[in-house]
């Protein structure tokens, strides 16, 4: 059982920057995919990125490519996601998640492919 807690959400204007970040408990052994998603007001819960604790690659939505980058700590028990250039769109909930497999290129972003969700952290972006 993977336990995960974000922090660092809050209210912020258009075009400014939030780092979130999640404290994950330890894995067991094996590689763990580990998600960042949101789900705004009247819309499905989107993937927004991924990497896995082996390494690289990681993987972004093409709506946060280029202005969002996730992270790990070297012992991998914690989680970011550095995101600047941000819009009023990005106003959401986000959560971290996590599963004990490789990301893979076709499916990191689907919601299903995670069992352990944190409860989520709320972003405002304000225009």
């Known amino acids: 059982q993977v336990q995960l807690l974000e922090h660092g959400g809050g209210s912020v204007q258009a075009g400014g920057s939030l780092t979130l970040s999640c404290s994950t408990s330890?894995?067991?052994?094996?590689?763990?995919?580990l998600g960042w998603f949101r789900q705004s007001p009247g819309k499905e819960r989107e993937g927004l990125a991924s990497?896995?604790?082996?390494?690289?690659?990681?993987y972004y939505a093409h709506s946060v490519r280029g202005r969002f980058a996730v992270a790990q700590d070297n012992a991998k028990n914690w989680l970011f996601l550095q995101m600047t250039n941000l819009k009023p769109e990005d106003t959401g909930t986000y959560y971290c998640?996590?599963?004990?497999?490789?990301?893979?290129?076709?499916?990191?972003?689907?919601?299903?492919?995670?069992?352990?969700w944190g409860q989520g952290t709320q972003v405002t972006v304000s225009s």
């Open positions: 990497i896995s604790t082996g390494g690289s690659p990681s």
């Open positions: 330890e894995y067991t052994s094996g590689d763990y995919c």
């Open positions: 998640a996590a599963d004990r497999h490789f990301c893979w290129s076709g499916s990191w972003s689907e919601a299903y492919e995670y069992h352990f």
